[in-house]
Nanobody, 125 residues
Framework: QVQLVESGGGLVQAGGSLRLSCAAS????????MGWFRQAPGKEREFVGA???????????ADYADSVKGRFTISRDNKNTVSLQMNSLKPEDTAVYYC???????????????WGKGTLVTVSS
């Protein structure tokens, strides 16, 4: 049974940092795209960032939403673990953050293969 388990959410002041981690189990995700979406209250789930396999060895490419570029860094720690370092957090970053994995590109939430249950990030002003 495939599981994605997030950790690291919490409450932080604006300008602060948090690091989220996601551990996947139940299969090997080496060729899968893994990354993060978020959903704020009353809003649709949106893409945050992803790591996508280059097709060669253990090389992955990172991609980000414009709203987090320069502040968030996504990393593929190993074939089944992905992390999100969030710096310079803003109140508008407040949301439930979901880990996701997909055999394709992880571009749209409607086509994601696997989801975690989510972890809440609250940024106070």
């Amino acid at each position: 049974q495939v599981q994605l388990v997030e950790s690291g959410g919490g409450l932080v002041q604006a300008g602060g940092s948090l690091r989220l981690s996601c551990a996947a189990s139940g299969r090997t995700f080496s060729s899968y795209a893994m990354g993060w979406f978020r959903q704020a209250p009353g809003k649709e789930r949106e893409f945050v960032g992803a790591t996508r396999w280059s097709g060669v060895g253990n090389t992955y490419y990172a991609d980000y939403a414009d709203s987090v570029k320069g502040r968030f860094t996504i990393s593929r720690d190993n074939k089944n673990t992905v992390s999100l370092q969030m710096n310079s957090l803003k109140p508008e970053d407040t949301a439930v953050y979901y880990c996701a994995a997909d055999h394709d590109s992880l571009g749209t939430p409607d086509l994601v293969d696997y989801w975690g249950k989510g972890t809440l990030v609250t940024v106070s002003s």
